[in-house]
């Protein structure tokens, strides 16, 4: 039983194990990506026009982004809390919406179910916040593979519970909006004291934890590719209810299929692993054990002032310094000189002896505050450029629906399982693609959201022409365009303004999406699309008033051909803004990452939090 329990401790306290948990959790933690799936019922159960669908879809949007409450609560609750408050809210939420879709309560007002759908979708903001919190801090080191492979899930979700609905549920669609309810609230429940932070204490070099993020990401281009080839199966074939059921159980094997990796660690690489103690100072000049180390372990917390020796005066001490490196001297005087050095050097730390340059605020790579942050340029280039690309990408996928049933298609749920298998294959690769921009290339990690704005340009332009089966397409580069977003701005927000509250300021740009879908969609899909409908059907006498919904129904491209004009003209405006922030942050990522020492490829990468002070004003 010993050796039971200490695989079990052992266990418990593996980072890996966190993000493993992390992932399952995510795949949770999307289905606000399912709306164009299930509001196709609630349109038809309530009476509602398109205007007003796209109206509950800026709620779902302002719901599922604006975690203002959980970014704050992240500074007071525990991981565990957060767990429990998303569950509450999406179980309720959802739940209530089932009750009121299968006429089990009496349909509220049309404001009330906005509120509904915002609160249910509020719940995912608090697994997000907590995931990307616990894996950003236990892996700091490959934050933006971290974050692409989170987001990635994220993205997916949708398309995962499409496919559990069609594989146990279908036709059922309000089987759908109890499923969603249900089932984030279980996992949550289920996971809520395994996601936590957990410190870098492990003895596994870089290039181990390499190929287990490559093993990871052979997990997810496998998921990827099984839907995929599920969706293009059920679409061309009549598969059996039998045969959809085991679809929807190989799929829950490979989501589980990254608990291998923290499994296979603990009981076959690393069955008794102890901590890996700090090497001393002497051991990494010379390899001598004898020699001892400038400063005690004691000191580990030493002022920030004594270790960033490039914003201090220390010319006193580094004549101290060579005076105990002299070859005459006998290596305990020499050990006692440099002690001395260190001890005198922290009392003028302590009396203020020591000079530093005064300096206004931190600098990019430095922990921003909140306020610090929202008075920087560069986040707001960040911010805008979010609402501009994922702002787009989301009025597509609440329309989607929609868009299916006016071009013909008879289940438009292909689509939004394809937009979201694509969206999590943006994430995946461009957390992937942005760790090799960032340190490889040594260049801003913006450059990839321009490059996939510009993707998402041309995928609007093709759903504006709808040429036949170009939807397909469309979906393809929309959805990996607005992924891309997902894995990299949150990895350029890190790297400009710290850790220390990326929960907050990770919730802010957030809501980035309803913003640009209350716009995009609000204001201007579905307002455009009920005037099209009216133009058809302009002989109707109930349009206007909306009582007749099948009247409402717009057929053809036309109904969202200058939506997507506009989503082009938005998507250009993008690229602008990245090509500024590109401009603006090219030095910062040369100072984080351009003097790094490669010929040491087996120690991870410092984090920005812990490189030399960044010497250009955000």
């Known amino acids: 039983m010993g050796g039971l329990g200490s695989h079990v401790r052992a266990l418990a306290s593996n980072r890996w194990l966190v993000l493993a948990a992390s992932i399952l959790t995510q795949a949770c933690s999307g289905v606000g990506y399912a709306f164009g799936s299930y509001s196709p019922i609630v349109k038809s159960t309530l009476g509602y026009n398109q205007n007003q669908i796209s109206r509950l879809g800026v709620a779902k949007d302002i719901g599922d982004n604006v975690g203002i409450l959980a970014g ?277 730390v302590a009396e203020g002896a020591v000079k530093t340059k005064r300096r206004k605020g931190p600098r990019r790579g430095e922990n921003f505050t909140v306020a610090q942050t929202l008075v920087k340029a560069d986040f707001w280039l960040l911010f805008f450029t979010f609402v501009c690309g994922s702002g787009s990408g989301l009025t597509v996928i609440d329309n989607l629906g929609q868009m299916g049933e006016s071009q013909g298609y008879a289940d438009a749920r292909v689509f939004v399982s394809l937009i979201g298998i694509w969206s999590f294959l943006g994430r995946i690769g461009a957390g992937w693609a942005s760790e090799i921009v960032a340190r490889k290339m040594v260049l801003p990690r913006p450059v990839i959201l321009a490059a996939s704005e510009t993707v998402m340009a041309i995928g609007h332009l093709m759903f504006a022409m709808a040429w036949p089966g170009s939807m397909y397409i469309a979906s393809l580069l929309v959805g990996f365009g607005h992924g891309t977003h997902w894995s990299v701005v949150p990895a350029t927000a890190s790297e400009l303004f710290g850790l220390k509250n990326f929960g907050s300021l990770y919730n802010i740009l957030t809501m980035a999406l309803p913003t640009g879908t209350l716009v995009f969609s609000g204001l201007i899909a579905g307002p455009i699309y009920d005037r099209e409908a009216a133009k058809q059907h302009a002989d109707a006498p109930l349009v206007q008033t909306g009582e007749n919904d099948e009247l409402l129904q717009c057929m053809g491209a036309v109904c969202f051909r200058l939506t997507f004009f506009i989503m082009t003209g938005v998507c250009l405006v993008g690229v602008w803004l990245n090509l500024i922030l590109i401009k603006r942050t090219t030095g910062v990522y040369q100072t984080l990452y351009g003097k790094q020492d490669e010929s040491k490829p087996a120690s991870p990468s410092p984090g920005p939090s812990n490189l030399a002070v960044v010497t250009e004003e955000a």
């Open 72 to 348: 704050t609560l992240c500074d007071y609750l525990p991981t565990w809390g957060l767990f429990v408050c998303g569950a509450a809210l999406n179980l309720v939420g959802y739940g209530w919406l089932w009750l009121i879709v299968t006429a089990q309560v009496p349909p509220p007002p049309f404001w009330v179910v906005c509120v509904i759908i915002l609160m249910a979708t509020n719940g995912e903001t608090f697994f997000n916040t907590a995931a990307l919190m616990s894996c950003v801090k236990s892996f700091p080191h490959h934050r933006g593979g971290t974050v692409g492979i989170l987001k990635g899930f994220t993205g997916l979700s949708g398309a995962i519970f499409t496919q559990l609905y069609a594989s146990f549920f279908y036709p059922d669609q309000a089987k759908f909006i109890f499923l969603v309810a249900v089932g984030p609230f279980m996992v949550g429940i289920c996971l809520m004291f395994v996601v936590r932070p957990i410190p870098l204490t492990d003895t596994s070099s870089a290039r181990a934890d390499d190929m287990k993020f490559n093993f990871i990401y052979s997990v997810c281009l496998l998921i990827a590719a099984y839907l995929m080839g599920v969706i293009i199966v059920n679409d061309v074939f009549d598969v059996s209810q039998l045969a959809s059921m085991w679809f929807a159980f190989v799929l829950l094997f490979l989501l589980a299929l990254p608990l291998g990796v923290p499994l296979f660690q603990i009981l076959v690489i690393h069955p008794k692993k102890k901590k890996r103690s700090i090497p001393s100072d002497a051991e990494n000049a010379g390899g001598d054990p004898k020699a001892a180390p400038l400063l005690d372990e004691s000191d580990e917390q030493a002022p920030e002032v004594f270790r960033s020796s490039s914003s201090m005066d220390l010319v006193e001490f580094s004549e101290m310094e060579d005076e105990a490196a002299k070859p005459d001297v006998s290596e305990r005087v020499r050990r006692r000189r440099l002690q001395k050095a260190s001890t005198e050097l922290l009392k003028a």
